[in-house]
Nanobody, 115 residues
Framework: QVQLVESGGGLVQAGGSLRLSCAASGSIFRINLMAWYRQAPGKQRELVASITRVGNTNYADSVKGRFAISRDNAKNTVALQMNSLKPEDTAVYYC?????????WGQGTQVTVSS
């Protein structure tokens, strides 16, 4: 089993920045994909950004140019730097990792952007 602990959520004004972090622990062998998802009230969970083990990234169109995902393979951590935040970025953000074809999820951290 892999445990994920997220941190860094909170309340910020529109235009501000937040940095989310996620640390993986437990039975870690080789984490392939690391990603951040989000779920706003009444909406489906959606992919925000992902990063492969070699650093290839993918972003939702809505966050391109504003968010940046990064990872540290030695520390088994993934971060999401969020800049120029908008009220529509308000959601619970979830860390996700894939190892040996298994998905693991964090408990989620709330991000609220006020207008």
């Amino acid at each position: 089993q892999v445990q994920l602990v997220e941190s860094g959520g909170g309340l910020v004004q529109a235009g501000g920045s937040l940095r989310l972090s996620c640390a993986a622990s437990g039975s870690i062998f080789r984490i392939n994909l690391m990603a951040w998802y989000r779920q706003a009230p009444g909406k489906q969970r959606e992919l925000v950004a992902s990063i492969t083990r070699v650093g290839n990234t993918n972003y939702a169109d809505s966050v391109k140019g504003r968010f940046a995902i990064s990872r540290d393979n030695a520390k088994n951590t993934v971060a999401l730097q969020m800049n120029s935040l908008k009220p529509e970025d308000t959601a619970v953000y979830y860390c996700n990792v894939v190892q040996l074809f298994h998905d693991y999820w964090g408990q989620g951290t709330q991000v609220t952007v006020s207008s």
